[in-house]
C-alpha cells in the first residue's frame, strides 16, 4: 500500500524519520516547500498521486489543511486521508500575529533558525529538553532557509475555514490528536469528526504538537491499522 506525506510549517521529510521505520506501507514524501500557496500545494499533490497511486494521504499541522484542501476537490484519487495535529480553522489570531513578527524580522536580519524557546512551545513538556527532537527540528528549519521559511509562512498563514465543507467527504477520514497539542484543541477534531459521515478519532497521550516526533511508535501502530483497514 502507498502512503503520501505531507508536512507542517518549516518542516520537510525529517519530520517523518522516527515514524516510517515502524510503517508497513511504501511511504513517499510530497515536497510543497517551494509551492506559493495552497493552490500551488494542490497541483503538486496531484502530480505526486500520478505517480504513486492508489495512496492514502497524510498530512500533519499545516501539511494537514492542505491535505484536506486537495482532498476535498480530489476525493476520487485517494483511498483515505489522515489529519495529524490539523485545524480546519487555520490559526489563531494570536498565533497568526506571531508569525507576522517573525517575517517582518526574517526580512531585516540573517537567518539563525527558531529559537529554543519557539521550538519547545511545539513539545509536551517531558520532551522541552530532548536534544535529538530538538536536534531535527532545528535541522529542518535551518535546511528550509531564510526565503523558504518566508514564502512558506507569508503564503499558508492565511488560511479559510473549511468546516463548512466538511460534510462533502465521502472518503475515510482519520483524524489524530496530541493530549498537550497547544496549538490544536481536541475540541477541534471532535467537532471536525462530527462533520465527517466516515471519520474516527485518536487522541494519543503524552505528545505536543510535534507528535509524528514525539510518540512514533504509537502513531505508527495507529496509522498501519488504519491502512490495513482501507487498504
Given at each position: 500500500?502507498?502512503?503520501?506525506?505531507?508536512?507542517?510549517?518549516?518542516c520537510n521529510h525529517e519530520l517523518w524519520a522516527l515514524?516510517?521505520?515502524?510503517?508497513?506501507?511504501?511511504?513517499?514524501?510530497?515536497?510543497?516547500?517551494?509551492?506559493?500557496?495552497?493552490?500551488?500545494?494542490?497541483?503538486?499533490?496531484?502530480?505526486?498521486?500520478?505517480?504513486?497511486?492508489?495512496?492514502?494521504?497524510?498530512?500533519?499541522?499545516?501539511?494537514?489543511?492542505?491535505?484536506?484542501?486537495?482532498?476535498?476537490?480530489?476525493?476520487?484519487?485517494?483511498?483515505?486521508?489522515?489529519?495529524?495535529?490539523?485545524?480546519?480553522?487555520?490559526?489563531?489570531?494570536?498565533?497568526?500575529?506571531?508569525?507576522?513578527?517573525?517575517?517582518?524580522?526574517?526580512?531585516?536580519?540573517?537567518?539563525?533558525?527558531?529559537?529554543?524557546?519557539?521550538?519547545?512551545?511545539?513539545?509536551?513538556?517531558?520532551?522541552?529538553?530532548?536534544?535529538?527532537?530538538?536536534?531535527?527540528?532545528?535541522?529542518?528549519?535551518?535546511?528550509?532557509?531564510?526565503?523558504?521559511?518566508?514564502?512558506?509562512?507569508?503564503?499558508?498563514?492565511?488560511?479559510?475555514?473549511?468546516?463548512?465543507?466538511?460534510?462533502?467527504?465521502?472518503?475515510?477520514?482519520?483524524?489524530?490528536?496530541?493530549?498537550?497539542?497547544?496549538?490544536?484543541?481536541?475540541?477541534?477534531?471532535?467537532?471536525?469528526?462530527?462533520?465527517?459521515?466516515?471519520?474516527?478519532?485518536?487522541?494519543?497521550?503524552?505528545?505536543?504538537?510535534?507528535?509524528?516526533?514525539?510518540?512514533?511508535?504509537?502513531?505508527?501502530?495507529?496509522?498501519?491499522?488504519?491502512?490495513?483497514?482501507?487498504?
Open positions: 500500500m502507498n502512503a503520501s506525506f505531507l508536512s507542517g510549517t518549516q515514524l516510517w521505520p515502524y510503517l508497513k506501507s511504501f511511504n513517499h514524501y510530497v515536497d510543497t516547500i517551494a509551492c506559493n500557496g495552497f493552490d500551488a500545494i494542490d497541483e503538486q499533490i496531484d502530480q505526486h498521486l500520478s505517480e504513486h497511486q492508489p495512496s492514502h494521504l497524510v498530512g500533519f499541522s499545516m501539511g494537514g489543511y492542505a491535505a484536506l484542501h486537495y482532498a476535498l476537490n480530489h476525493q476520487k484519487q485517494i483511498r483515505s486521508l489522515v489529519l495529524i495535529g490539523t485545524s480546519v480553522n487555520g490559526l489563531s489570531e494570536e498565533e497568526k500575529n506571531l508569525r507576522s513578527g517573525y517575517i517582518d524580522f526574517l526580512k531585516k536580519n540573517d537567518y539563525k533558525g527558531l529559537s529554543l524557546k519557539r521550538i519547545q512551545q511545539f513539545l509536551s513538556e517531558s520532551n522541552k529538553d530532548n536534544e535529538e527532537l530538538i536536534g531535527i527540528i532545528k535541522k529542518m528549519d535551518l535546511t528550509i532557509g531564510k526565503e523558504g521559511a518566508i514564502r512558506q509562512l507569508e503564503t499558508t498563514t492565511e488560511r479559510v475555514s473549511l468546516m463548512g465543507r466538511l460534510r462533502e467527504l465521502k472518503i475515510p477520514v482519520l483524524l489524530i490528536g496530541a493530549q498537550f497539542d497547544t496549538f490544536v484543541d481536541r475540541s477541534t477534531l471532535l467537532e471536525m469528526k462530527g462533520e465527517i459521515k466516515k471519520s474516527k478519532f485518536k487522541l494519543i497521550k503524552h505528545s505536543g504538537h510535534m507528535l509524528p516526533l514525539e510518540r512514533p511508535k504509537k502513531l505508527a501502530k495507529t496509522l498501519n491499522n488504519w491502512f490495513e483497514k482501507y487498504n
